[in-house]
């Protein structure tokens, strides 16, 4: 192997880093705990179709790579692979069984497709039990799962319930004795005698909210596991499941100063944030946010890192800003630190303000800069008479100004009308997401990445 520089270590691992945080299907920790005991287990997945099921099975199979199968009742393994073309890359052939009982599952139009699939024929439970049982005997801690089980338990006619609930029962037992792991998907949502017999239930969920779907697993039960989140955020973008763990802004050791990210072509101003500048085109002049302070702290500390790293100017226009000033300043250019400033709008009257700006915009060498307002503390201030004539000024004199409100009432809603941007941001399941109403975007969870020892945001759509 060729010898590698340093820095291009360095940037491999960081890539990987990147990799692993965000192109990787995560699974909820608890569930991971659940199954790494030597024990054999059951989990009941429930959840209405489009839920997200099977792609949570094959996300989790892929991650305990190797050990397992997952039998494919309803559809069959070419749909499977079209649906979900990871797979290929990702999960083994022998994994995959197609136990759809469809007459075209021949070993010709599997190869012909080039994967290698079983197909799994069955006429009867206890048939289907063995096949199964043959294909993971000499597995260590084999993990099964029937996608789904209702399909199973039709395709045979064991409808009679007294004799279903028998067989699942000895099946529950059955998996505990041989330390295999059971994961039954159904598609059933009430409570049925499996619910008791498992050892564990987790429900996968998509509602919609204002025209966007937000996804969330709830862990019911796992036994001899703690839930430490019973409830969480996930999406299936590129088809692969991925739950997002609640949010602690990391202390970062060793702060760099990161290349500062150009405006996007337009007329809009670089957030500071790649995948925001994609999709919003950068902010316009005012730019109103409704948000939960967590998450609108992280859009403003990008904003302003960047405006200052690219030699322009940051005012903050209240003293409780003051810690998330001091907060940037190791990721800013020594000879830039200067360009940034408190201009108090609670402490000062208009002339005050006014002769400030001019002083501040004296100093500094660009045309470009960022205005930040707190509506909420200026409403309790009374002070809205002077911000909303200070607002258009600093406009014209080429301020990017942002609002923020936590509430769409007084100063926010009488600012929308001039506002180019408006996003919502919101803490959902502990997690910062965020959309935009102008433009309008899908809903995004924004991932907070310090492995570059500078704060970078991600955004993942909910999907
Ligand atoms: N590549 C993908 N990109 C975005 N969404 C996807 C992708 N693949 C699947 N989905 C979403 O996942 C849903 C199906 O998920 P699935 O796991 O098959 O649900 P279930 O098994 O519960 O019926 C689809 O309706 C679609 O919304
Ligand atoms: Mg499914």
């Known amino acids: ?53 099977t792609a949570f099975a094959l996300s989790l199979l892929r991650s305990m790579k190797g050990t397992g199968v997952y039998l494919s009742t309803r559809v069959d393994s070419a749909t499977l692979h079209e649906q979900y073309p990871w797979i290929r890359e990702e999960i083994p052939g022998e994994n995959i069984v197609d136990a759809t009982q469809s007459e075209s599952v021949s070993s010709q139009s599997s190869k012909a497709r080039g994967a290698v699939i079983k197909a799994l024929k069955y006429t009867d439970v206890p048939e289907f039990l063995k096949s199964v049982y043959t294909k993971t005997e000499d597995l260590r801690k084999p993990i099964v799962i029937i996608d789904s089980w209702d399909a199973v338990v039709s395709h045979t006619g064991y409808n009679n319930p007294g004799e279903r609930e028998k067989l699942e029962n000895q099946l529950c037992n059955f998996a505990r004795r041989t330390k295999t792991r059971v994961i039954f998907i159904v598609e059933y949502m009430d409570l049925k005698p499996l619910d008791y017999f498992t050892d564990g239930i987790i429900v996968t969920e998509g509602e919609i909210e204002e025209e966007r779907r937000i996804r969330t697993m709830t862990l019911q039960k796992l036994r001899g596991c703690a839930i430490r989140h019973p409830s969480y955020l996930f999406s299936l973008h590129n088809g692969m499941f991925k739950c997002f763990s609640d949010f602690r802004p990391a202390k970062i050791e060793n ?71 001091n907060k940037i300043l190791p990721f800013v250019e020594p000879r830039y630190q200067e360009n940034v400033t408190v201009i108090d709008v609670h402490k000062t009257d208009i002339n005050e303000f006014n002769k400030n700006i001019s002083d501040f915009n004296e100093r500094l060498s660009g045309e470009k800069k960022m205005a930040f307002f707190n509506f909420d503390e200026v409403e309790r201030d009374n002070k809205e008479e002077m911000v909303k004539e200070l607002i258009p000024a600093l406009m014209k004199d080429k301020f990017t100004v942002f609002g923020s409100t936590s509430e769409e009432k007084g100063m926010g809603r009488e600012m929308e009308p001039i506002a180019s941007v408006f996003i ?38 909910i999907v």
Do not use: H
């Open 424 to 461: 919502l941001l919101e803490m959902i399941s502990g997690v910062p997401c965020m959309y935009g109403k102008m433009p309008m975007t899908e809903i995004y969870v924004m991932q907070l990445s310090t492995a570059n020892r500078f704060p970078e945001i991600k955004l993942t759509p």
């Open 1 to 53: 192997m060729e010898m590698d520089t340093e820095a291009e270590i360095e940037n491999e691992l960081a890539i990987e880093e990147i990799l692993k945080e965000f192109a990787r299907p995560v699974i909820p920790a608890e569930i991971i705990k659940f199954f790494a005991d030597d024990q054999g287990k059951t989990l009941l997945v429930k959840g209405t179709p489009g839920s997200g099921k």
């Open 255 to 325: 702060p760099k100063v990161p290349a500062p990210i150009p405006d996007v072509n337009g007329p809009g101003v670089t957030t500071g944030i790649k995948d925001l500048d994609a999709l919003i085109r950068g902010y316009g002049s005012f730019n109103l946010f409704k948000a939960d302070y967590a998450p609108y702290e992280l859009l403003m500390q990008a904003a302003s890192i960047n405006s200052l790293n690219l030699g322009r100017g940051v005012v903050f226009t209240s003293s409780k800003q003051l810690r998330l000033k």
